[in-house]
């Protein structure tokens, strides 16, 4: 079974930089599309970025384009991201997704338990 572990979220101030890390269980993620997401109280929950197996494509939410930066460790199951100038707005709980695919965007299956980030000003 897919499992997926977050870490990394915690309180940081406005223009500070947090990196978060999501480490796949299973027998391989050869195949697998994985991205975060994020949701704030009473928001629905958006992706923020998403990445193929290949790395070859990647998705961005407009929101973060040129702050944020997802990227890819196959060998250790890993993906990351990296967060920049992060800014109050930024303030939500973040997920880390996978799904069968080789399309970094849309509906996944796969979900972790959250990490939280929340950005003081």
């Known amino acids: 079974q897919v499992q997926l572990v977050e870490s990394g979220g915690g309180e940081v101030q406005a223009g500070a930089s947090l990196t978060l890390s999501c480490t796949g269980a299973?027998?391989?993620?050869?195949?697998?599309?994985m991205g975060w997401f994020r949701q704030a109280p009473g928001k629905e929950r958006d992706i923020v970025a998403g990445?193929?197996?290949?790395?070859?494509?990647?998705y961005y939410t407009d929101s973060v384009k040129g702050r944020f930066t997802i990227s890819r460790d196959n060998a250790k199951n890993t993906i990351y991201l990296q967060m920049n100038s992060l800014q109050p707005e930024d303030t939500a709980r973040y997920y880390c997704?996978?799904?069968?695919?080789?399309?970094?965007?849309?509906?996944?299956?796969?979900w972790g338990q959250g990490t939280q980030v929340t950005v003081s000003s």
């Open positions: 997704a996978a799904k069968y695919g080789d399309v970094p965007s849309g509906q996944y299956t796969y």
């Open positions: 299973g027998p391989t993620f050869r195949g697998y599309a």
């Open positions: 990445i193929t197996w290949s790395r070859f494509s990647i």
